[in-house]
C-alpha cells in the first residue's frame, strides 16, 4: 500500500513533467482510470493532470475526467476525445457530460450542447440527453434538433456539413403548414418539399400517416409557434397507414391536408411572397378594370391566387368591352 507522503511526492512528479510537456499550459482538471490510459500519447496508469487541449485515449477501462469548472466527463473504453476547459472534441467511442451549464461536445462536425448528454460515435452520431435539453447544430451553427431529457436521436456522419436529418413520426398539417412530429423526442418540424419536385403530393398525400421523412434543416424560423426546426424534405416514406388522430388532437393540428397544400409547399416560402405579388396584381388590375374593393377581394378569395385573379379580372375587363 502506497503512503500519503509517497502518492504526493509521485503526484508533484508529474505535475513537474507535466509542466515540462505543456509549457505555459494551464491545468484544467484531473483524469482518473481504474486501469491505464493514454494521455498526449504516454501511457498512464491511475491518474492525471489534464491541460487545455490534452488528448485522452482509453484502452480496456474507462475514464472519469473532473474539471476545476466542475464539469465532469466520462470515456467509455475505446474512447479518444481532446478536451478543453469549455469544449470536448470527441473522435472514438462514447463522452458522457456531467455539467451545472451547458457543455459544448464537437463530434463529426455537430456541436452538441447540454447539462447532462453522452455523445457515442459509431457509424453514426447518437445524442442522449438525460437532464435539460441538447442542442444539435451543424459546424456553422444551425439547428439540426432539440432533444428533450430522456430522449435519443441519431445523426448521419455527415449532418455536420449537410445538415441531412431523418425523422420518423405523425405527418400532420397545421396554420396553413405541413408539420412532422419526431415519434422518439417528440420534437416539431416544420416541413416543406422544396426537394420533391418529383412528387410534390407526397407530404399532402401522406399527411395523416406515420412516416419517415429524410431532408436537409434550412435555418429558417417556423412559422408554426409549435415548431422548433424547419425542414426540407426530400424523400417521404410511409411506414403505416393512418395512426396520427390522437398526435393531431394533441397538437391541435389536422390529419389531413387541403388540395393543392403539397404543390405549394414544394415551392415553398417563396409562394407567400409569389402570392402577395399575385394579389396586388390582381388588386391594380380591378382598379384599372373599375371594379369596387369588395369584388376585387372576392375574386382573389375565390380564385386562391393573386396571379390568376389578375387574369380573371384582366379577363372580364375585356369581356365587357367586347361587343
Known sequence: MISNSLFLSRCIALLAVSATLFGATPAIGIVT?????????????GNSTVFDGSTIQTEQASSDVALRTGVKVQFAAKSRAQIFEKRLALEQGTGQVNASAPYEVDA?????????????????????????????????????????AGRAMNFAMQAGSTGAVTRTGCLLYK????????????????????????????????????????????????????????????????????????????????????????????????????????????????????????????????VGGGGAAAAVVLAGKKGSTSP
Open 108 to 148: 463529426a462536425g455537430l456541436k452538441i450542447t447540454g447539462e447532462r448528454v453522452r455523445v457515442s460515435l459509431t457509424d453514426r452520431i447518437e445524442v442522449v440527453a438525460f437532464a435539460g435539453t441538447a442542442r444539435v447544430q451543424t459546424a456553422s451553427g444551425q439547428l439540426l434538433a432539440a432533444i428533450p
Open 175 to 302: 396554420d396553413g403548414h405541413f408539420i412532422l412530429q419526431d415519434e422518439n423526442t417528440q420534437e416539431v418540424a416544420e416541413v416543406y418539399g422544396k426537394g420533391l419536385a418529383d412528387n410534390a403530393k407526397a407530404l399532402e398525400q401522406n399527411t395523416g400517416n406515420r412516416v419517415e421523412l429524410t431532408g436537409t434543416a434550412t435555418g429558417a424560423k417556423p412559422a408554426v409557434s409549435i415548431a422548433t426546426v424547419v425542414l426540407n424534405a426530400s424523400g417521404v416514406t410511409s411506414k403505416s397507414q393512418g395512426g396520427c388522430l390522437s398526435v393531431a388532437s394533441a397538437l391541435e393540428a389536422k390529419a389531413e391536408a387541403p388540395a393543392g397544400s403539397g404543390k405549394a409547399a414544394a415551392i415553398g416560402v417563396a409562394a407567400g411572397a409569389a402570392a402577395a405579388a399575385g394579389a396586388a396584381a390582381g388588386a391594380a388590375a380591378g382598379t384599372a378594370a373599375g371594379l369596387s374593393t369588395g369584388a376585387i377581394i372576392g375574386i382573389v378569395a375565390a
Open 33 to 45: 482510470a481504474s486501469g491505464h490510459f493514454t494521455i498526449e500519447k504516454s501511457q498512464v496508469w
